[in-house]
């Protein structure tokens, strides 16, 4: 991907460069960039994406369905095989979708042939804003709808996918909601203090629940909170999530609970993501007998 330009040299430049530059933000599209290019200035990005949308939302039918067959399946041959742009490659990649077991891979071929025998176009989802779960869970629920209802939804996606594409070609694309945040904090309420050097683990949840995936680790400071959110800069992935916390060591190490075998030893708090661009905060009360957790500010 060409480096990230500012808006004013986006709207000076020459056509060939901003071609190079917006070119690949639509899969396989550069016609879109070049469509637009003779609009300039936008002076924002927001105005640049809703130009660029509007031309494949003019699209008729027939087109727009020429424009969908460009994006490779989720999951499909192609993943396994390389054979996608750049950035398709990091955005399933994140998702280990181009390395599926086989058993793994027959499920997602099953529901991709069954998806473009219904609607004559593949399944088309901004991996980046959701866990493998979830996009499984969405793409069964997909298959349910008629044909201009996923035209609608197939839009809907690529607006998602473009907008985080041209925000990574901008440098101060000024844009909002493109990222969402998780933190969390923990308060000691039998001593009425901020619990330092807790260490927790954040973990992604499979539904099967044989690929649970840990993200972070960390230890909160004197504050009860981590030094960084445990999750930022990029849009969260809707899907269930476990924080574990582990207070048995830090009320052992405190002197609160004696012996090798206090109450608590690890809390678990699962909670589910549904808003990739939200800020999301899970703290947690604790005793060396009991605890509360809720989403806060």
Not at 40 to 63: C, G, I, N, S, W
Not at 81 to 101: D, F, H, I, P, W
Not at 203 to 216: I, K
Request: charged share 20%; hydrophobic share 45%.
């Amino acid at each position: 991907m060409a480096t990230p330009m500012m808006m004013h040299a986006l709207d000076a430049c020459d056509s060939a460069l901003f071609n190079e530059v917006m070119g690949e933000v639509f899969e396989h599209a550069s016609w879109v960039a070049q469509a637009v290019v003779g609009q300039r200035p936008f002076k924002t990005a927001q105005a640049l994406h809703e130009a660029m949308l509007a031309q494949v939302r003019a699209l008729p039918e027939h087109d727009l369905v020429g424009l969908l067959a460009g994006h490779p399946e989720l999951g499909g041959a192609d993943a396994r095989l390389g054979k996608m742009t750049a950035e398709s490659v990091r955005e399933q990649g994140a998702l280990a979708l181009n390395v599926l077991t086989a058993a793994a891979a027959q499920r997602w071929e099953a529901l991709n042939a069954a998806y473009r025998a219904k609607f004559g176009f593949p399944f088309i989802l901004c991996v980046s804003r959701h866990t493998r779960d979830s996009v499984l869970r969405v793409f069964e629920k997909r298959l349910l709808n008629d044909r201009p209802t996923e035209l609608t939804h197939a839009l809907a996606e690529i607006g998602f996918i473009t907008r985080l594409r041209l925000a990574a070609r901008i440098s101060d694309h000024g844009l909002t909601r493109l990222t969402g945040a998780l933190s969390t904090h923990v308060l000691d309420t039998s001593r009425g203090c901020a619990a330092a050097g807790v260490r927790l683990t954040l973990h992604e949840l499979s539904g099967d629940q044989t690929q649970d995936r840990l993200l972070v680790e960390a230890i909160t400071d004197v504050r009860g909170r981590t030094l960084k959110p445990l999750l930022s800069g990029a849009p969260l992935r809707m899907g269930a999530y476990q924080l574990r916390f582990h207070v048995g060591d830090y009320f052992r190490s405190s002197g609160v609970a004696l012996g090798d075998w206090p109450f608590l030893e690890v809390v678990p708090v699962l909670f589910n993501v549904s808003d990739p661009e939200g800020d999301y905060h899970v703290p947690l009360t604790v005793t060396p007998w009991s605890y509360s957790t809720y989403r806060g500010q």
